[in-house]
């Protein structure tokens, strides 16, 4: 999987060595809770792992899953997806698939504009590669991630149940 840069920020594979920080991240539950139908908090080091091989087995030219870390120092801030998005399961299948966007941090990188660095260069990245369409999902509730998807330029389309089998705010960027 490749590797990202932008001005501030360094997108990585995620590496084995690197457990201690999904495990810290995905263990408090002001970071999880916003994250899928039934949000859960990791509870010890071997999911860790797991997550990790999980991240690490998309192999795609377009999409991945990456760390985000800072430039200057390679200090792990959060973790950035773009990947197929799962339909929800009343959803009639075979259609396009469509690629989804999102991004989790650790507390101590909020407010510092590492969500809105990291998606933007993953998306210039997507877009250069021939993606022509990238959504974003989000709990109704989750102000701060959608702040983030208008800062990146995408369009509030509405609320949705097509995803993930629960009701989520979407959001749309085109090419240009």
């Given amino acids: ?13 995620w590496r084995d060595e690197d457990a201690d920080f999904p495990l810290d991240l995905e263990s408090r539950w002001d970071v999880v809770r916003f994250l899928g139908a039934q949000p859960t908090i990791m509870n ?12 690490c087995a998309i192999d795609d030219p377009i999409h991945g899953i990456w760390a985000i870390t800072t430039a200057a120092d390679g200090r792990l801030v959060g973790n950035l997806l773009l990947k197929t998005i799962p339909l929800s399961a009343r959803e009639p299948a075979g259609g396009p698939t469509e690629a ?3 991004w ?12 809105t660095e990291a998606a933007a260069a993953v998306l210039d990245d997507a877009f250069s590669r021939g993606l022509t369409r990238v959504i974003a999902v989000t709990h109704p509730d989750n ?10 330029g995408m ?3 509405g609320r949705t149940t097509r995803y993930y089998d629960t009701p989520n705010e979407l959001f749309e960027k085109l090419a240009s």
Avoid: K
């Avoid at 999987?1 to 594979?13: F, G, H, Q």
């Avoid at 010890?44 to 991240?55: C, D, G, M, P, W």
């Avoid at 989790?104 to 969500?115: I, S, V």
């Fill in 100 to 102: 989804e966007i999102g």
């Fill in 143 to 152: 102000r701060a991630f959608q702040a983030v998807c208008r800062r990146l």
């Fill in 44 to 55: 010890n080091r071997e999911e860790a792992l797991a997550s990790i091989a999980r991240r």
């Fill in 104 to 115: 989790h941090l650790r507390p101590d990188a909020w407010g510092h504009g590492y969500a």
């Fill in 1 to 13: 999987m490749r590797t990202i840069a932008s001005d501030r920020l360094l997108l990585r594979p």
């Fill in 155 to 157: 369009t509030h389309v």
